[in-house]
């Protein structure tokens, strides 16, 4: 008895020393104790200790039900290379296959077992004492030294920890700062149940979710890594090539290491016989990517709209060949997983396959032309907020719905039969009638097997036409099927693994497992406000995440209309070149053709966009870019090289209502100097206050020159004259709300002290006050593009 004793004890410790377990590849040891715990997370080269050891640290983490259960025995069969987790409380034992590379650890489950009573499984998680750079996309964290990091392996790992849906509306988890350092985390979700979840981040309620089959936590797979700081984003390119993960390239080189990731396009409304003009701007501009943003009559089985391309997919693949032999990609947007409800999978008979978010059953017999219909339930269908289309489906038909009541019998109310031309049929007591998930887009969705199906019909699209450019705009849809972020995952896999070509693709959501597949994420809108306002706070502050996660800069979608000036533009140019982001630009043919200087707003495009890729802006140049109160001016000075302007705030002055004497003027008098050199008087009036307006302004300069405008300027609002004869009328959110002429021009003035005269009539009880700025362009600053 005794020496079978021994031999089970000398069974567990196997491998081990004092109940120790090490296990190292590369520069990182891994030392967890006889009980699953992590010990130590050691850099082979230092000698240094990289885990916090005042908490927890379990290898594995088991999830049942709404409890979380740590490993209390844990087995290490050197020869199998495998660990054997055992979980008491729970009955529980996990195994979990060990791969040594020679710059990472994998980690597998092989086996968990009883699958019926594990819902999940978190890797995890890790505490670790670094918390200088925490990549939450990406599951890393770096100090000067050292990126220590998990990455999963497969779609079903996730980053991040547990929850039943498997999302989160976080920009990622997989990294979590702390006060006293950091987590690395990531698990799978046992999908072989019928679930029961609040989807859409908690948003609907109890949806059910059918089982996956097969799909338990088994198989849930992770590296571990650890390596000098700067070799963070080599390693991960290395354990993408050893593990098969996604690894695309441009032009052959590893896409999160190629320029082209980073850099800017153009989004237009085109037709195909438009396509040789819409190149040349985009060529003009110096952009990367002609983008339409919306070729589609349906999504789902992606029609093309013959407004926009008569000749359909020969058409568009016509257009892709023309911008992929001038240089360019081509892309078309659409949403995601999105079905429109003119597409086949919703008309004239609907998909048995279209996501619910819930049911219940028929409690009588309805027939084609009755508009109340008796339910079981009225769960799910009485949601009124976030319930867009009010749809649900029987059989082969789709029935609208105005609500359903309160009391029993429940009843669906105000029926509109046989909706989105489905036909109007008889239904029996007893049949299933679902409601479908459905968006303010107006459209429905796919549960997870239509959506595999909709990912292949992009894909082949892509295949057939040669386009290379796509936005996983909507990205979020894919929760509409109840696998979290699994789906998200998935899709994205999906249309990368069936491609014949290179595709660069962005996001709404960002993701652990997508981010190998994602070219850039191109975050922020511009139909908020102006260049200034829309959303820029927003943009500002992804720069951070960008650099944290290896993701190039990218400041979201501006737009171009007939009235944008080339201040605005070079305002957002500007911030570009500091933050050296690349950015969507928005510009329908109308707008550029209707814009008298368009020519010289895409002129501009190029030479900043330019001269920002071949770094040509030093770091001091950069943080003064990167100041959105502060503005610039670039010119073309000779084969790459540029004239780089800072303008200077020459004055600002604050005029008031007040009480006057008898005969004394109306008007405040302030001097102002220009140093640099002769140019266009320039200024900005700002209208400050909390209610009132202004008008009749009058500005008169150097005793000779003056400027009225007679026009009303609300509270909030900006009047801005850029050196030119019309000046620009903004609203409070920074949208142009009117020009105003100047029929005398404006002046140009010479260096030195300059006087200048103002007064207007003021309107409102609590009167605004009137702040006015001049400014002028300071000397240049010569700056040269860096050789390669």
């Given amino acids: 008895?005794?020496?079978?004793?021994?031999?089970?004890?000398?069974?567990?410790?196997?491998?081990?020393?004092?109940?120790?377990?090490?296990?190292?590849?590369?520069?990182?040891?891994?030392?967890?104790?006889?009980?699953?715990?992590?010990?130590?997370?050691?850099?082979?080269?230092?000698?240094?200790?990289?885990?916090?050891?005042?908490?927890?640290?379990?290898?594995?983490?088991?999830?049942?039900?709404?409890?979380?259960?740590?490993?209390?025995?844990?087995?290490?069969?050197?020869?199998?290379?495998?660990?054997?987790?055992?979980?008491?409380?729970?009955?529980?034992?996990?195994?979990?296959?060990?791969?040594?590379?020679?710059?990472?650890?994998?980690?597998?489950?092989?086996?968990?077992e009883p699958a019926g009573r594990i819902d999940g499984l978190v890797w995890g998680p890790v505490p670790t004492n670094i918390s200088k750079i925490i990549g939450e996309i990406i599951g890393v964290v770096r100090d000067d030294e050292v990126g220590l990091g998990i990455q999963v392996l497969n779609p079903k790992t996730l980053g991040g920890d547990y929850n039943p849906e498997g999302m989160t509306w976080k920009r990622g988890e997989a990294a979590v700062k702390k006060h006293w350092g950091s987590i690395l985390q990531a698990y799978s979700i046992n999908r072989d149940k019928y679930r029961y979840v609040d989807t859409w981040g908690g948003e609907y309620k109890n949806t059910p979710v059918a089982p996956l089959k097969g799909e338990t936590v088994v198989g849930s797979k992770i590296a571990m890594f650890l390596c000098r700081e700067h070799e963070t984003l080599d390693y991960i390119g290395q354990i993408e090539m050893k593990e098969g993960l996604p690894h695309p390239t441009i032009n052959g080189k590893w896409i999160k290491e190629e320029i082209q990731r980073g850099r800017s396009y153009l989004i237009a409304d085109f037709k195909e016989s438009e396509i040789e003009e819409m190149i040349g701007y985009t060529k003009r501009a110096g952009l990367v990517s002609l983008y339409h943003e919306g070729p589609f009559l349906n999504w789902g089985h992606y029609d093309l709209n013959p407004e926009y391309f008569p000749n359909g997919n020969n058409g568009i693949k016509e257009c892709a060949r023309k911008a992929r032999e001038a240089g360019l990609y081509f892309g078309v947007h659409t949403l995601t997983?999105?079905?429109?409800?003119?597409?086949?999978?919703?008309?004239?008979?609907?998909?048995?396959?279209?996501?619910?978010?819930?049911?219940?059953?028929?409690?009588?017999?309805?027939?084609?032309?009755?508009?109340?219909?008796?339910?079981?339930?009225?769960?799910?269908?009485?949601?009124?907020?976030?319930?867009?289309?009010?749809?649900?489906?029987?059989?082969?038909?789709?029935?609208?719905?105005?609500?359903?009541?309160?009391?029993?019998?429940?009843?669906?109310?105000?029926?509109?039969?046989?909706?989105?031309?489905?036909?109007?049929?008889?239904?029996?007591?007893?049949?299933?009638?679902?409601?479908?998930?459905?968006?303010?887009?107006?459209?429905?969705?796919?549960?997870?097997?239509?959506?595999?199906?909709?990912?292949?019909?992009?894909?082949?699209?892509?295949?057939?036409?040669?386009?290379?450019?796509?936005?996983?705009?909507?990205?979020?849809?894919?929760?509409?099927?109840?696998?979290?972020?699994?789906?998200?995952?998935?899709?994205?896999?999906?249309?990368?693994?069936n491609l014949d070509h290179e595709v660069l693709n962005g996001t709404s959501l960002s993701k652990t497992y997508y981010w190998h597949i994602n070219t850039f994420c191109n975050w922020g809108e511009p139909w908020y406000g102006g260049f200034k306002e829309s959303m820029q706070e927003y943009r500002i502050s992804n720069q951070e995440l960008f650099d944290r996660n290896f993701i190039p800069h990218m400041l979201g979608w501006y737009l171009l209309t007939q009235n944008t000036t080339l201040s605005e533009m070079e305002w957002m140019l500007a911030r570009a070149a500091g933050y050296d982001a690349g950015f969507a630009m928005v510009a329908r043919p109308k707008s550029i053709r209707s814009n008298p200087i368009s020519g010289q707003l895409l002129d501009a495009i190029r030479e900043w966009e330019t001269a920002r890729l071949s770094g040509a802006f030093s770091s001091e140049q950069k943080e003064r870019l990167k100041d959105p109160k502060k503005e610039f001016h670039l010119e073309k000075a000779g084969e790459s090289e540029w004239n780089f302007y800072q303008y200077q705030i020459a004055s600002v002055f604050n005029y008031n209502q007040k009480e006057r004497q008898p005969g004394e003027p109306l008007y405040d008098q302030w001097d102002f100097k220009l140093s640099s050199f002769d140019q266009p008087v320039q200024f900005k009036l700002e209208v400050a206050g909390t209610n009132g307006s202004v008008k009749n302004l009058k500005i008169l300069l150097d005793n000779y020159f003056e400027i009225q405008i007679e026009q009303e300027i609300m509270n909030g609002e900006t009047l801005i004259c850029d050196g030119t004869a019309v000046c620009r009328l903004y609203d409070e959110k920074g949208k142009l709300k009117s020009t105003i002429g100047l029929p005398s021009g404006i002046p140009t003035i010479n260096t030195g002290v300059h006087k200048v005269r103002f007064s207007c009539e003021f309107t409102g009880e609590c009167a605004p006050s009137v702040v006015f700025e001049i400014k002028s362009m300071g000397n240049p600053e010569r700056i040269t593009a860096i050789p390669e």
Avoid at 391 to 401: A, P, W
Avoid at 451 to 470: K, V
């Fill in 1 to 112: 008895m005794k020496q079978k004793f021994l031999l089970f004890l000398c069974l567990i410790i196997a491998g081990s020393s004092m109940g120790q377990t090490s296990l190292k590849a590369g520069t990182l040891e891994i030392v967890l104790n006889e009980k699953g715990y992590y010990t130590e997370l050691n850099d082979i080269r230092s000698g240094r200790n990289y885990l916090y050891k005042d908490t927890i640290a379990p290898f594995i983490t088991i999830i049942s039900g709404q409890n979380r259960f740590h490993p209390d025995i844990l087995t290490y069969e050197e020869a199998g290379r495998k660990l054997i987790l055992t979980f008491v409380e729970l009955n529980a034992e996990v195994e979990v296959l060990i791969a040594f590379r020679d710059t990472h650890l994998t980690f597998e489950v092989v086996k968990a």
């Fill in 337 to 497: 997983n999105f079905i429109t409800t003119n597409d086949p999978y919703v008309t004239p008979v609907p998909d048995r396959r279209l996501a619910l978010t819930g049911f219940g059953l028929l409690m009588e017999d309805i027939a084609p032309g009755e508009t109340e219909i008796v339910v079981s339930t009225k769960e799910y269908f009485d949601k009124q907020e976030n319930n867009w289309l009010h749809t649900v489906k029987i059989g082969d038909e789709l029935i609208r719905y105005r609500a359903a009541s309160e009391t029993e019998p429940y009843k669906l109310l105000d029926c509109q039969r046989g909706a989105f031309g489905t036909k109007p049929s008889s239904h029996i007591k007893g049949d299933t009638i679902g409601k479908l998930y459905d968006h303010a887009y107006e459209v429905f969705f796919p549960n997870i097997d239509l959506q595999r199906e909709i990912a292949l019909n992009l894909a082949l699209f892509f295949n057939e036409t040669g386009i290379s450019h796509l936005d996983f705009d909507g990205h979020e849809g894919c929760l509409a099927s109840g696998q979290g972020d699994y789906a998200i995952n998935l899709f994205a896999l999906d249309f990368y693994d």
